[in-house]
C-alpha cells in the first residue's frame, strides 16, 4: 500500500521562502498527480497545487505567485516551495496523490507536517 | 471558482442512527466530487469519489448520493468510530476546493 510522508521545517521566519518534501513508498511516481494541500483554523482545507508525473504543474491562483512544486521519480519524492510567507502561511502541509485521468481526489494522504510563520 | 457549502456544520446523532450531511456546490459539478473523513489530529481519509463511489477499504454504511449542485453524505447505523470532519471536495475545474467541514458527534 502507497504511503506518503512529509518533511518540512517546522519553524519559518516571515518573508524567507518555506520548503517541504514528500516521501513516497511503496509504489510507483509513474502515472499519477501528485498534489500539496494545506489546512489552517482560518481557512479550512486548501489545494496548493500538484506537479504531474510528467513533470506538468497547475497551481492555486491564491498562490500561483509565490508556489514552485517539483518531482524526482529517481528518488521517489516531490517538493514544495512557498516564497516570501507569513503568518497567514502558518498551516499543516499534507502532500496527497491523485490518480491518472480526470480523478483529482486524494487518495493516500501523508500525515501532515506542521510548519509555522514567525520570527 | 466554484465553491462549496456544507450543512449543517454539527450533527448529532445516536449510536445505529443515520446521518446526512450535504454539500452545496455554485455550479453544475457532477459527478466530480469527493467526500473525506477527518480524524482529530489526522490527516483527512477518502471515503466516496465521483459523488457515489465507495473508495477501498471503507465500510458499505457509507452513501454518497446527488448530481448537478446538490450532493450528500450519508452514515447510516452511526458507529462510535465515525466521531470525526467531513468534508467534501469538487474536483470539476480549477482550483479544487474543500467545504468547511460537518463535524458529526455522539449523543
Known amino acids: 500500500q502507497m504511503k506518503l510522508q512529509e518533511a518540512g521545517p517546522g519553524l519559518v521566519k516571515p518573508s524567507e521562502s518555506l520548503s517541504v518534501t514528500c516521501y513516497v513508498s511503496?509504489?510507483?511516481?509513474?502515472?499519477?498527480?501528485w498534489n500539496w494541500v494545506r489546512q489552517s483554523a482560518d481557512k479550512g482545507l486548501e489545494w496548493i497545487g500538484y506537479?504531474?508525473?510528467?513533470?506538468?504543474?497547475n497551481y492555486n491562483p491564491s498562490l500561483k505567485s509565490r508556489v514552485r512544486i517539483s518531482l524526482d521519480t529517481t528518488r521517489n519524492q516531490f517538493s514544495l516551495m512557498l516564497t516570501s510567507v507569513s503568518a497567514a502561511d502558518t498551516a499543516v502541509y499534507y502532500c496527497?496523490?491523485?490518480?491518472?485521468?480526470?480523478?483529482?481526489?486524494?487518495?493516500?494522504w501523508g500525515p501532515g507536517t506542521l510548519v509555522t510563520v514567525s520570527s | 471558482d466554484i465553491s462549496v457549502t456544507q450543512f449543517p456544520s454539527t450533527v448529532s446523532g445516536s449510536i445505529g442512527d443515520t446521518v446526512t450531511i450535504t454539500c452545496w456546490a455554485s455550479q453544475i459539478i457532477d459527478p466530480w466530487l469527493a467526500w473525506y473523513q477527518q480524524k482529530p489530529g489526522r490527516a483527512p481519509k477518502l471515503l466516496i469519489y465521483k459523488a457515489s463511489n465507495l473508495a477501498t477499504g471503507v465500510p458499505s454504511r457509507f452513501s454518497g448520493s446527488g448530481s448537478g449542485t446538490k450532493f450528500t453524505l450519508t452514515i447510516y447505523s452511526l458507529q462510535p468510530d465515525d466521531l470525526a470532519v467531513y468534508f467534501c471536495q469538487h474536483y470539476n475545474s480549477y482550483p479544487w476546493v474543500f467545504g468547511q467541514g460537518t463535524k458529526v458527534e455522539i449523543k
Open positions: 511503496n509504489g510507483s511516481m509513474g502515472t499519477d498527480y
Open positions: 496527497a496523490r491523485s490518480p491518472p485521468s480526470w480523478s483529482f481526489y486524494f487518495d493516500p
Open positions: 506537479v504531474a508525473h510528467t513533470g506538468d504543474t
